[in-house]
């Protein structure tokens, strides 16, 4: 098995659920499995040190997991137009992985949730995308071949997968938005396995 790493930090929840939809998506390729993480919180407050273990949800994310993985699927919410602290956090340690080129040449997806329509979705996962070039990994995206990208009125971008959660949260997933993040799952771990097929 080709394990696609799905590495996101949820505050509200719902990136939390679009992981799991790419997560179900990397699975429905034959020979992919998706491995699930999340990013620990950060906070002023330095001296209290986070426990290794989440109270919910996937995982903390090791560096391990990085090297392991065929591919990365990675999330945020969107915090004025880019990615949330923790997450930006979590990339500002992986120098060593840059200079050793652990991630070099691996496919990667981009996902994130915003409350608003006009919230920063597009801008959000171009930011994420930078520093997953500087690793050399080469961004997969959704082709507007999906049906879904033209249909939606929420969320969904060529960029990659997202959500409108709405001012308090109250908007479910949408048909379309589940449908496109299955889809970029299959897309990614279609990629990963087609390179690992032609390492």
């Not at 505050?11 to 939390?16: D, I, L, P, Q, V």
């Not at 499995?33 to 273990?53: D, F, G, I, Y």
């Not at 920063?120 to 994420?128: K, V």
């Not at 971008?157 to 959660?165: C, L």
Request: charged share 15%; hydrophobic share 40%; aromatic share 4%.
């Amino acid at each position: 098995m080709n394990d696609i790493l799905v590495l996101y930090y949820s505050r509200g929840g719902h990136t939390a659920q679009l992981a799991r939809l790419i997560a179900r998506g990397i699975e429905e390729i034959p020979g992919m499995r998706a491995r699930l993480r999340q990013v620990p919180p950060v906070a002023p407050v330095t001296e209290t040190a986070q426990p290794p273990v989440p109270d919910d949800g996937a995982p903390y994310v090791t560096k391990q997991d990085l090297a392991e993985c065929s591919g990365l699927a990675l999330g945020s919410p969107t915090r004025f137009g880019n990615m949330a602290a923790p997450l930006k956090h979590f990339l500002d340690t992986t120098g060593a992985e840059w200079a050793s080129g652990t991630l070099a040449g691996k496919p990667a997806a981009l996902f994130t949730s915003t409350s608003t329509m006009h919230g920063g979705q597009e801008s959000t996962l171009l930011t994420m995308a930078l520093p997953l070039l500087h690793h050399g990994m080469l961004i997969v995206g959704i082709p507007f071949t999906e049906p879904a990208l033209t249909a939606t009125h929420s969320g969904g971008t060529p960029y990659g997968a997202s959500h409108v959660a709405g001012a308090k949260g109250e908007n479910a997933i949408s048909e379309h938005e589940r449908e496109l993040a299955r889809a970029l799952g299959r897309r990614l771990a279609d990629a990963a396995r087609k390179l690992a097929a032609g390492a």
